[in-house]
């Protein structure tokens, strides 16, 4: 892993004389959220994956908001000469990259986004239990209390994202122990999740409805979070947008343990 801006990242391929493509996460998972992805299309591009704030292997901020996040992003490409990039976002890295896409638009050539945090479904109500932990700070101890735990951990916090978990020890050590390793980590990532806010969603909608960004939206249709009607409240809200690929059954990180049905839409969208 290497390291700009604060943020550590993943970057791999050549990808020769073609746009970089960059690859955002959500909130409690990382880089390594793209592994598959990134192993099916690093011999054709150069694919950079940054862990968000607070994830990873990445410094946390003062500022965890959504255009706080969309900044740190801007930041790092800027350091590293990205741009302009085919942008990729799934969770929260997707209310990102509409930051980020709104603001920054000269920074993208095309944009993808899966399964995340549209409008007022920001966070999403069957992720609400968990925020109001945070809020209380009650949900990094009761998480630390439990690393040894990676079974129960992986059930509880991503059984309802994944299909199946074949090894929830490989996710924690992932997705959970970096952040809680972090002096400080647990309460950052409280924070973050805290000052993650549909005000801040619904502030861009005008800005959205002007995107012209090329824009492509690949939904699963099992995910108990963001439902498909939210993909299709991205279609008719950015102009951008060239149509909406359904992944039968995929669940929030569907991007992971189905990479092979999404990277077929990426090369062909990306022509």
């Known amino acids: 892993m290497k390291k700009a801006g604060g943020l550590a990242y993943r970057d791999e391929g050549s990808g020769g004389d073609g746009p970089v493509a960059l690859f ?6 990382s880089s390594h959220l793209w592994r598959n992805v990134i192993a099916e299309l690093r011999d054709e591009r150069r694919c950079v994956a940054p862990d ?20 740190a992003v801007e930041e790092f490409c800027a350091e590293l000469g990205l741009g302009p990039v085919d942008l990729v976002a799934n969770d929260t890295g997707g209310a990102v990259a509409q930051h980020l896409a709104v603001r920054h638009p000269e ?3 095309t944009l993808t986004l899966t399964n995340c945090d549209v409008h007022e479904a920001t966070p999403p109500e ?11 700070g009650e949900l990094a101890p009761l ?60 502030a861009i909608e005008p800005l959205l409805t002007v995107l012209a ?9 099992g995910d108990a979070f963001f439902d498909v009607r939210w993909a299709r409240w991205l279609r008719d809200t ?3 947008v060239r149509g909406i690929v359904e992944i039968e059954g995929g669940r929030l990180f569907f991007p992971d343990e189905r990479a092979a049905e999404l990277v077929p839409h990426l090369r062909s969208f990306w022509g």
């Open 238 to 240: 950015i102009p951008g």
């Open 143 to 202: 998480t630390a209390a439990l690393l040894d735990r990676p079974e129960l951990i992986s059930q509880s916090v991503y059984g309802e994202a994944y299909e199946r978990i074949d090894d929830p020890a490989a996710l924690v050590e992932a997705y959970v122990r970096p952040i809680l390793a972090k002096p400080g980590g647990g309460e950052a990532f409280e924070r973050m999740l805290v000052s993650i806010d549909a005000k801040d969603m619904i």
């Open 24 to 29: 955002l996460h959500g909130v409690g998972t």
């Open 126 to 136: 069957a992720f609400r239990p968990t925020v109001e932990l945070a809020a209380r």
């Open 213 to 221: 960004v090329p824009t492509q939206v690949v939904w699963g249709t």
């Open 52 to 71: 968000l704030p607070v994830h990873g292997g990445s410094d946390a901020r003062d500022d965890l908001s959504l255009p706080g996040l969309a900044e």
């Open 107 to 109: 920074r993208l050539r």
